[in-house]
């Protein structure tokens, strides 16, 4: 169980399994019990910061680099689009992922849940809720067999696209200053791919798609139009934000975006550099509620995967963006739904 008096939170985004497949380490299952050296998420840091579960995901890294290097990549400004994937490779790593995931259900550190229903029963019996999600989907198919598969296995949230391009979609590059309209929009498998989550009740997030991209989704889902870890471009004109159309498109569809924690998304300079306070990250809130309204944000913290503000540092500094929230006279009926209740209502009208 959680500590006393903690308002939970339930997390859009995190690389956590990414953290522990690069570990190595042939008992992960341990490493995240126990605790885990750097990093922002662990079972007894989880449970100091209130953290009650959230999408878990699952990034598809070329094979080779996890072999040459213990340390994920820091995306830094102005790079070129990363190289696709070739699919083995992705294939290799996305099932590893999704190994550890269940690997750590069997071990009895979190429970992985298939609905908004699983959620709460999850968090009611104090088990991290964990969402199965992919953020890229290289190791699908065109035909998508894989998705039917990997659907049967529990996943219920994918990203079209990370910030590279696919055979379904073409992700923004990380950029700054930058538009998100930085390429072509989705190929015919990627309408496929909308039309089969819909059909199979995925959840699909559009944080790292690019702006056509973003039109084609709108234009076919019938899903509310959700991003998981994305910020406000009129604040950090970074590509990976979204700009005042793609709020408004959101708002339309009753859908929801979770407040990325990565000091470049947050801040006005676009510097990756962990001195942001929780000021800027209330800001961006603040603009996210005027833009969506209060049933459309959520937390989607990027931990183990970007540089957060040392104000908050890993996962057990929660409380002091929901205490920052709470003095900033949010109300406990608003806080609450920030902090969790948004994305289970989300999850109820996306996955059921
Ligand atoms: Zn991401």
């Given at each position: 169980?959680?500590e006393?008096d ?24 341990k490493?995240?019990i126990?605790g ?21 995901a699952v990034?598809?890294t ?27 490779e992705?294939?290799?790593s ?6 550890i ?11 992985v ?28 198919d ?21 910030s ?8 923004v ?6 538009s998100p309209?930085t ?8 309408k ?8 199979l009740?995925?959840?699909?997030d ?6 056509k ?6 234009a076919?889902s019938?899903?509310?139009?959700v ?8 604040i950090?004109g970074?590509s990976?934000?979204?700009?005042d159309w ?8 009753g859908?929801m ?19 942001a ?20 944000v ?8 970007a540089m957060i503000?040392?104000?908050i ?8 963006l929901i ?13 609450d739904?920030?902090a969790y209740r948004?994305?289970?209502g ?7």
């Amino acid at each position: 169980m959680n500590e006393p008096d903690l308002i939970p939170v339930f997390d859009g985004h995190s690389d956590t399994l990414l953290k522990l497949y690069r570990s190595k380490d042939a008992d992960v299952e341990k490493l995240f019990i126990e605790g885990l050296p750097g990093g922002h998420i662990d079972l007894p840091r989880a449970k100091r910061g209130g953290f009650a579960g959230g999408m878990f995901a699952v990034w598809p890294t070329p094979v080779e680099k996890v072999r040459r290097s213990a340390e994920p990549p820091r995306p830094s400004d102005n790079e070129p689009l990363a190289p696709e994937l070739p699919r083995a490779e992705a294939i290799t790593s996305t099932i590893g992922m999704a190994s550890i995931l269940f690997r750590l259900e069997r071990a009895g550190a979190l429970t992985v849940c298939r609905s908004a229903g699983d959620v709460r029963e999850a968090m009611a019996k104090g088990s991290i809720a964990a969402v199965f999600h992919i953020e890229g989907v290289e190791a699908i198919d065109p035909e998508l067999a894989m998705l039917d598969v990997l659907h049967a296995a529990g996943l219920r949230s994918l990203g079209i696209v990370w910030s590279r391009p696919n055979a379904f979609g073409n992700g923004v590059p990380f950029r700054f200053p930058s538009s998100p309209d930085t390429g072509p929009g989705l190929t015919d498998a990627g309408k496929a791919l909308v039309k089969a989550c819909n059909q199979l009740r995925i959840m699909i997030d559009l944080s790292h798609l690019n702006e056509k991209g973003f039109r084609d989704v709108a234009a076919l889902s019938d899903a509310p139009l959700v991003a998981t870890h994305s910020n406000v471009h009129a604040i950090c004109g970074h590509s990976r934000n979204l700009t005042d159309w793609q709020l408004g498109a959101i708002r339309e569809t009753g859908g929801m975006v979770g407040l990325n924690f990565a000091t470049g998304f947050l801040r006005e300079d676009g510097n990756l550099n962990a001195d942001a306070d929780l000021d800027i990250m209330a800001r961006h809130i603040d603009s996210l509620l005027q833009a969506l309204g209060e049933d459309g944000v959520g937390l989607g913290s990027d931990f183990d995967g970007a540089m957060i503000p040392s104000a908050i540092g890993d996962v057990a500094g929660l409380p002091k963006l929901i205490d920052a929230l709470v003095a900033r006279g949010f109300g406990h009926e608003l806080t609450d739904k920030i902090a969790y209740r948004n994305w289970i209502g989300m999850l109820e009208k996306t996955i059921g």
